[in-house]
């Protein structure tokens, strides 16, 4: 009788782990798994990189090298992202696309941050997660030299063919130009290219931005003290909208690294290699 009993508590035992439990825990776990996203704090760390999307046309922030006849893509802002992955102890995967892309990158999920001199701007909040700025940065103009004499101020640009990026906020305030005719491009170097045949003449663009440019082009040269509105005071990195975990560890990282001296080094350094 005893024996019969403790065979028949096995059975059941047996059977609950085969059927009832063993199978709840088996689909609880699948669940939780399922439901981390990927661009998440967590769904970085479990896929063990991060991707962030970036538009490498925009010196000293981001832009293409060759290296030893390799191209790479170098400047502060990647700089700044390997730390990111560093802190993170993930992979840092780069993304190279059209600046007026990369808000679209992070919504439908394709790319977890974005760092690319971004100004938080408020259309902008609306639309996204960002992070505290981690570079105050402002707006001016490049012109070919032969035009010195005509751009000196603000109201000068009235009435003038301007050129700009694509998707930026520089767009939108060349817009607001009187009689301004706007030439939106997709890159700053299509943009240089134009000044330099004088198609357009000027181009809005980060002071130092516009000053690598000048630096690598005898021809154009930076209009100073011109004051243009951004829509904030400086950049910082933009996420997918409710991704706040991972929003705030990285304003962490960036106050450990402002605090550390490196953004300023990274700044200085990247700046002095494209204008070696
Ligand atoms: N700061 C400007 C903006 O947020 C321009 C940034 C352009 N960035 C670039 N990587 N091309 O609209």
Same mark, same amino acid.
């Given at each position: ?75 502060f802002?990647?700089e ?42 408020? !259309? ?7 992070? @505290? ?12 030299? @032969? ?42 170097? !299509? ?74 080094k990274w700044f200085? !350094? ?7």
């Amino acid at each position: 009788m005893k024996k019969k009993i403790s065979l028949l508590l096995v059975l059941v035992l047996l059977i609950s782990i085969l059927s009832g439990c063993g199978k709840a825990q088996v689909e609880s776990s699948d669940k939780v798994k399922s439901e981390v996203e990927s661009y998440t704090l967590e769904g970085i760390k479990n896929k063990g990189k991060i991707i962030m999307g970036t538009s490498a046309d925009y010196p000293p922030f981001e832009t293409h090298v060759m290296v030893d006849g390799v191209d790479q893509i170098v400047g502060f802002d990647i700089e700044l992202g390997k730390y990111i992955a560093d802190e993170l102890g993930v992979e840092l995967e780069i993304k190279d696309m059209d600046f007026d892309k990369l808000l679209g990158g992070l919504s439908t999920g394709m790319l977890d941050i974005v760092i690319a001199a971004m100004n938080p701007s408020p !259309e902008r909040l609306e639309e996204a997660n960002f992070t @505290d700025i981690y570079y105050e940065s402002k707006h001016t103009v490049l012109i070919h030299k @032969d035009n010195a004499s005509n751009i000196t101020t603000l109201e000068d640009l009235n009435g003038k063919r301007i050129g700009v990026q694509l998707g930026t906020t520089q767009e939108k305030f060349a817009a607001s130009i009187e009689g301004a005719d706007v030439l939106s491009l997709t890159t700053n170097p !299509e943009l240089v290219m134009n000044l330099k045949t004088k198609k357009i003449d000027c181009a809005i663009m980060e002071e130092f931005v516009a000053k690598s440019f000048a630096k690598a082009n005898d021809d154009l040269i930076v209009v100073e003290g011109i004051n243009i509105d951004s829509g904030s005071e400086g950049v910082a990195i933009a996420l997918k909208k409710g991704n706040n975990e991972l929003t705030e560890k990285l304003n962490e990282i960036l106050a450990d690294a402002k605090a550390k001296g490196l953004i300023e080094k990274w700044f200085v !350094e990247a700046f002095e290699l494209y204008n070696d």
